[in-house]
């Protein structure tokens, strides 16, 4: 009598198969801590580059604001366009500085004002120019 066993006993080694290896984990890990150190350097760079667009954006605000104060004074006749620097009209936040400096006029009536503003080390220069007619060289 030869008794054969039943085909649902049989065992294969496919149920020895499934899962992960030490290996395939040390690879999953290492990729994540690579994605989490880089997604958090991002956010310090987003962060840096947040308080450097709110100086840009303030300290063009008060070079503007100083320029066309000046430019206004200079038409109005109150400011002789003259080359040399000018006091700030305003009062300033704490650690901002600035400095306006105005050349003379040129042979075409042209005056160029330039306006610094620092915070720390870091500098912001607006310049334009005017027409002033009748102050400039006589012809």
């Not at 006993?9 to 880089?38: A, Y």
């Not at 080359?83 to 040129?106: E, H, I, Q, T």
């Not at 009536?109 to 503003?117: G, Y």
């Amino acid at each position: 009598m030869n008794k054969s066993l039943p085909v649902n006993r049989i065992r294969t080694n496919t149920h020895l198969k499934s899962g992960f290896s030490l290996l395939e984990i040390l690879i999953t890990l290492l990729v994540l801590s690579g994605s989490i150190v880089i997604m958090f350097s991002g956010f310090d760079t987003a962060a840096q580059l947040d308080l450097f667009a709110s100086f840009e954006s303030e300290a063009a605000f008060l070079a503007e604001r100083e320029i066309e104060l000046l430019k206004s004074e200079i038409l109005q006749g109150r400011v002789k366009p003259a080359a040399g620097s000018l006091p700030s009209r305003f009062r300033l936040k704490p650690g901002w500085k600035l400095a306006n400096v105005m050349s003379a006029v040129d042979s075409e009536d042209a005056v160029r004002l330039i306006c610094s503003i620092s915070k720390g080390d870091r500098l912001f220069q607006l310049e334009s120019f005017l027409y002033a007619p009748g102050a400039g060289a006589k012809k």
